[in-house]
Structure formats: structure tokens, C-alpha cells
């Protein structure tokens, strides 16, 4: 088992940028994928980033490609989403999640979820 949280969320103009944090608890950090995933109202939740074990394997959604980065950090049991010149359609609550396999950008992939953090972008 491993609990999630999320932080770093909030209200942001258009253009600006905030740095979401997930730190994990229970098992091995280091043994998990993580996956960043949003879900804006009405929508489905999509995938948004995702790191390997390791960190050295990286992908991202082709909508936020080049403007996000994620990262990990094993020794604080952290993953990162970095969130450089936002849009309002990056409006949504963002979910850090942790997948058993070494790397996958699938929902289904991920089995621990954290409770979400909302982020705003104002026009």
C-alpha cells in the first residue's frame, strides 16, 4: 500500500506558474511509477505526465508538452509536476497516482491515488 497527498494547487493568472508536490507514504517510493492525471468538469480524467522508478524515463500529454515537467525525488518519497505557462484550459483537479509498473502512461496502470489538488487558471 502507499497514501498519497497533493499540494501546491490554486488559483493562478493565465501565463503563471505553480509547482504541485505529491509526497507518498507506506512501501518503497522508489518501487512505484508515478503518474500525474487532471480532470476538469464534465470531462474525463486524462493522463497528464508520468516518470519511471527510476526518473529516467519521462512522458507527457501532447497538450502540455514543453510547459510541464515532472520529477521525483526518492530520497523525500516526492513526485513533482512543474507547470510553466498555463492556460485556463489546464483548469481541473490534478491527481498524483502510483502505478506498480516500472513506467505507463494508462489510467488503468495505476491502482493508488491520491485525493486531488485544484488548480485555477484565470484568464
Known amino acids: 500500500q502507499v497514501q498519497l497527498v497533493e499540494s501546491g494547487g490554486g488559483l493562478v493568472q493565465a501565463g503563471g506558474s505553480l509547482r504541485l508536490s505529491c509526497a507518498a507514504s507506506?512501501?518503497?517510493?522508489?518501487?512505484?511509477?508515478m503518474g500525474w492525471f487532471r480532470q476538469a468538469p464534465g470531462k474525463e480524467r486524462e493522463f497528464v505526465a508520468a516518470?519511471?522508478?527510476?526518473?529516467?524515463?519521462?512522458g507527457y500529454a501532447d497538450s502540455i508538452k514543453g510547459r510541464f515537467t515532472i520529477s521525483r525525488d526518492n530520497a523525500k518519497n516526492t513526485v513533482y509536476l512543474q507547470m510553466n505557462s498555463l492556460k485556463p484550459e489546464d483548469t481541473a483537479v490534478y491527481y498524483c497516482a502510483a502505478s506498480i509498473l516500472p513506467y505507463s502512461i494508462s489510467t488503468t496502470s495505476y491502482s493508488y491515488w491520491g485525493q486531488g489538488t485544484q488548480v485555477t487558471v484565470s484568464s
Open positions: 507506506g512501501r518503497t517510493f522508489s518501487s512505484y511509477a
Open positions: 516518470i519511471s522508478r527510476g526518473g529516467g524515463t519521462t
